[in-house]
Structure formats: C-alpha cells, structure tokens
C-alpha cells in the first residue's frame, strides 16, 4: 500500500490530498499501470477518514483518466503516463479569478464591505424589547438574594433548573431538575459530550450537511468523526445501520436544521433510537432553536430522555439574546452525576448572576413576550425570503420552507456547482453559504445555505435577486459531472 500523508489542518479537503498524493505516486512510480488501489473501506480505516472521502478521490482520478474501476475487482491504475494538471476554482474579476482559492480561503470573501449576508444563523441585534434586559437586570440585583454574588454549584442554580423544568413539564415533557445542567451555551454542552465520548471510547457520528462548529468540539479530544448523510427528513438510515454495532455518540439537529431548515421526521427519529439503543451509544440532539417555532413546536426529542440513550442540548442564545452565554444539557441522572465533574473542570458553573437574570426573565413572563416579537418578525423575513425566491429563482431551483428557525436549504439543478454561483453572487452583492462549506467531504455542490437571521426585511428582495441573477449564470454553464466542469474550471 502507497504512503500517504494528510494533513487535517491545511485547509485542502481531505480527498484532493488523497487524490493528489495517488497522482504523485503515479509520477514517481511508485504506483504503475495496471496496479490495484486498495479497497475504499480499508484505505479509508487506515487514513482515518470516511469512506466517502476515498470514493471520492478514486472518483476524481476515474474521470481524470488516471484510473479505472472494475465492479467486483476494485479500482486499478491505467496504462498512461499522462497525469492531468490541477484544475483551478473560477473566481469573480473582483477576488481576481485567475488564483487558485481553497475552502478555507473562499470563507473570508464573505467579510467584504457591503454585502447582503445571507449567512448567518445569529439574531438580529435590534429585536430585544427596548429596555428590558436593564428592566430585568435590576430586578435581579434588587433581589434579596446574596447567592448572586457567589460562584454557586457546577449543576446550576436549583432555583433556574426548577423554572426550565416546569417549562418543560409545561410542554408535556417529564423532566426533573436534576435532569438538568446548566452550561455556557450550547457550544460547551457540546464540549462536554464530545469530553465523554473520550472518556468512553465511543465512536462519533455527525449527520452532514452541518454547522461545522459543533464537530470542533468534537475534535478538540481527536475523535476520527464519522459522517452520515442526511436527507430533508434526516439522517438517512442506511448511511449508518452499516457501522459495526459499538457504543457511539451521534450529533443531530433535529430541529429546524442547521442548515437545512426542516424538521427530522418521526420515522427517522424512531429508527435512530432503536439503533442507538443496540449499540448502548447516545444521541446528542441540538434543539437550539426549539423556541423559534411559527406556529407550533416540533416534536423534540426530550421524550426520549428518560430512555438514557438521548441527551438534549438547548440555550437562550437564540431564543433571547445572542449574547446571553446560558443554555442546558438534560439527560438521564446519571448522565447529568457523570457530567458534573467535566463541567466543574471548565468553569466550576455558569455565574450565579446570569443564571438569576435569566431566572427573572423567564418567571417575570418577559421572555415570552419578546420570544413573541421575535417569532413574529423572523416568520415575516421567511416569508418575504420565500416570496423573493418565488419571484426571482428560476423554475429549476427547489428550496425547503421552516417552519422556524434562521435557515432555507436551496438546491440548482444536478451537476450545477454552489461554489460558482457563490463567487459570481458575492460580485453582485450578496452572500450565501455553499454546500461544500457545510460538509468535511465537500459534498452537496449543487446546494447552499441561506440563513436569514439577521437580515434587515428592506434587504430581502435586493439580495435574493442579486442571489437569482448569480444563479442565472451558473445555470448558462454546461453542467459539471463531479465537479470537473465543462470549461476545465474546477473547485478543488
């Protein structure tokens, strides 16, 4: 077997290094004509990567002419000599299209002056109720409570656990208080799962596409995540039923996906719990935006976690303020005593005054009421978002319609790449998230991510008709099968 090095840090996706390096053996020759590669399951074993990532790269070298696959046999390396040149992403005159941009790279186009930003998942800055975090703020410090000035307990104020549990309860979820941890956010509720499945030794399975921020947590403990594509009813079952039966921690966002925008349907949920309970693993359900509904909650999966396979993670940093760092893990008790000693770690517990303002702010009724105003205004920036889209995309184009959160899934047509329509779309003005931003293995070229989060309603139809004209133009192209387009242009 051919030596190949990867490095994970370099911002090149994962199989133009494998594709690459299998070039160079060629050159060297190290590999000849006629020689078989390995197998895509255990080559991808012994680089630590999914099999996605192999097929990938095998694929790329198959329609480069380089390579020939056999069902059956396996893929074996053609009798030439030729290897074809790297292929260079076409970029706008703008970002000057004649270098060559890696992923990484492409992300910081998004901070140029003056564009629309469809690429945020944050709320807008200006929704609070005027005047009622001060309101609330003072009412705490008012409070003849002196635990406020404290550092408290690594579980969290009983007080803050007692009122999201009736909240809970409220819903028709059973949870106790001692089913709960507080925790900076939902980012370090992650952290803490992702510091268990270490300790655990557990397998770790992402659905993809996703907000690549929570598999860092995962990989600050150098987990090897494996990735299970999803579809808009969730992951897909047969893209994780084939993993050998182990205990495993599996992140879902099943609620108004990032970044898809749909809810996971009842027969996946179903299906991963029954799964996850033969492998003893864990389901970490992200339900951040479980607030953010239009017209009715979704279904969550806090009524499986008295089951002791889900844990659920939540905060009010969506729901209230993005600033206000407090959010929850609720699981099993034993989860929660086992959580405890990692939290006390971190931080020894989220302060005592921010846990008392937010305890204020949900007893006083005033997060309802602003959660009111924020469902109100973000269902009119989906609608006017949706109309936009109505009225400028072409026919060809499909988008999914949330029924809350920030975020619309939009596809072009088979073969039609995101990246392209991204460059030329930040030339007109506007910016989205391309598929391959949102997925290790840099699939999902034909889609992108538009979150409306904090996009200003008198922006809307300006930015989704610059975004419809970029689109236009991809769509003149001939289609690119893989990724190797028609003008020899290529995001690699």
């Known amino acids: 077997m051919i030596d190949i090095k990867i ?26 004509g006629g020689d078989r590669l390995p197998a895509v399951t255990s080559f ?12 990938r790269a095998f694929e790329d070298l198959t329609k480069d002419g380089l390579a020939h696959c056999h069902v059956g046999r396996g893929t074996f390396i053609n ?57 609330v703020v003072t009412e705490t410090l008012k409070a003849n409570d002196q635990s406020k000035f404290q550092i408290g307990v690594p579980q969290g104020k009983i007080e803050l656990r007692e009122t999201i549990s009736d ?5 028709g979820h059973n949870i106790d208080p001692d089913q709960i941890l507080i925790t900076g956010g939902t980012q370090q509720a992650v952290f803490l799962m992702a510091h268990r499945a270490f300790l655990r030794d557990h397998k770790v399975l992402f659905e993809t596409p996703w907000f690549s921020g929570m598999a860092n947590a995962f990989k600050a403990f150098n987990h090897l995540i494996h990735t299970v594509p999803r579809d808009l009813k969730g992951p897909v079952p ?10 495993t921690t599996f992140y879902v966002c099943p609620i108004y996906n990032n970044p898809m925008g749909t809810n996971m349907h009842p027969d996946r949920s179903k299906a991963l719990i029954d799964w996850t309970r ?35 993670s939540g905060s009010m940093s969506k729901s209230f303020m993005f600033g206000m760092r407090l959010g929850w893990i609720v699981g099993s008790k034993d989860l929660i005593d086992e959580l405890l000693p990692l939290k006390r770690t971190i931080d020894m517990g989220v302060p005592t005054l921010i846990q008392n303002v937010a305890n ?12 009111e105003i924020l469902r109100g205004h973000y269902k009119n920036v989906r609608d006017a978002t949706l109309d936009a889209l109505t009225r400028f995309m072409p026919d060809e184009v499909k988008w999914t319609k949330p029924e809350g959160g920030f975020h619309i899934w939009v596809e072009l047509p088979e073969n039609y790449s995101s990246v392209d329509t991204f460059l030329t779309a930040i030339d007109n003005g506007v910016a989205m998230v391309p598929g391959p931003l949102l997925d290790p293995d840099n699939g999902y070229d034909n889609a992108f991510k538009l979150s ?41």
């Open 7 to 32: 490095d994970r840090d370099g911002g090149i996706p994962l199989y133009v290094q494998i594709r690459d390096e299998i070039i160079n053996a060629v050159e060297n020759g190290d590999l000849k």
């Open 44 to 55: 991808a074993k012994t680089l630590g990567v999914t099999a996605c990532t192999v097929r």
């Open 79 to 135: 009798e030439t000599d030729k290897v074809q040149p790297e292929k260079t992403v076409k970029i706008p005159k703008s970002v000057d299209r004649s270098k060559s941009y890696s992923f990484n790279s492409l992300i910081k186009l998004i901070e140029k002056d003056g564009l629309i930003r469809f690429t945020s998942g944050g709320l807008s800055h200006n929704l609070t109720k005027k005047g009622v975090f001060d309101k």
């Open 167 to 171: 909240r809970f309860k409220s819903r």
């Open 238 to 247: 047969e893209n994780y039923t084939g993993f050998p039966i182990e205990p």
């Open 278 to 312: 033969k492998n003893g693993g864990k389901i970490l359900s992200d339900e951040v935006y479980y607030e953010l509904y239009f017209d009715k909650p979704a279904d969550s999966f806090l009524s499986e976690v008295n089951g002791g396979n889900v844990a659920v």
């Open 360 to 371: 204020t702010l949900i007893k006083s009724g005033e997060y309802d009421s602003n959660l």
């Open 452 to 492: 409306y989060g904090s996009i200003d309603l008198k922006d809307v139809d300006k930015g989704i008709k610059a975004l419809a004209n970029a689109v236009k133009k991809t769509l003149l192209s001939k289609p690119c099968a893989a990724g190797i387009c028609s003008d020899n242009t290529d995001f690699r």
